[in-house]
């Protein structure tokens, strides 16, 4: 199997999470019909993470039963709210579990997203400002018009090996690094 997919499904809570996602992506070369994302939940108010966490386990096995056919990757994003980013990710493994499937492997092209509290405190960062992961950055990042595209272009960077991360990368940032390096580049 080659280790360039010819598909990304993407499992995001909102469009911020894909536009940021697509935007990375594009940055690895991948084309808009590489990308393929799955419905966003119809609900607002906090919502998003359980309907990811409902939605994983199905992801997980549509990754893996296209991917014994054809390179195939998933890109989870799921906000780790004002929860710790490892009690997500354990949700996410307690998903697998539920459904009685096998684990993560390191082998897949399967990565998880966690930002604290969301995507937008990534996206500030990014931007080059200080940010912490205590504060909502939402309504900053929608009142400035930032868009994802600079700050994807950084996260690309950033998770590019042996690249150092400076000081002011918020932790759920810093350990989305090799998560990001399980998607190959596209050549």
């Known amino acids: 199997m080659s280790s360039n997919p010819s598909l990304i499904i993407v499992l995001a809570e909102d469009q911020q999470q894909q536009a940021f996602v697509r935007r990375f992506l594009y940055r690895l070369g991948y084309k808009p019909h590489d990308i393929r994302f799955e419905p966003l939940p119809h609900s607002s108010g906090g919502a998003g993470e359980k309907w990811v966490r409902d939605h994983y386990a199905d992801a997980v096995k549509a990754y893996r039963y296209r991917s ?11 906000d780790a709210d004002k929860e710790d980013v490892d009690l997500r990710q354990q949700q996410l493994r ?22 604290k509290r969301n995507v937008e405190t990534w ?30 272009e950084v996260f690309y960077e950033w998770s590019r090996p042996g690249t150092p991360v400076p000081p ?12 990001a390096q399980r998607l190959p580049r596209k050549p």
Do not use: W
């Not at 014994?68 to 799921?78: E, M, Y």
């Open 168 to 179: 002011h990368c918020v932790p759920s940032l810093k350990s989305a690094i090799p998560e």
């Open 68 to 78: 014994s056919r054809a390179a195939t990757g998933l890109v989870v994003v799921i």
């Open 94 to 115: 307690d998903e697998i579990t539920r459904a009685s499937m096998e684990a993560r492997r390191t082998d897949e092209v399967v990565a998880h997203f966690v930002p």
């Open 123 to 152: 996206i500030v960062c990014l931007s080059g400002s200080k940010a912490n992961e205590e504060d909502d950055y939402k309504k900053e990042v929608q009142s400035a018009g930032r868009f994802t595209a600079k700050p994807a």
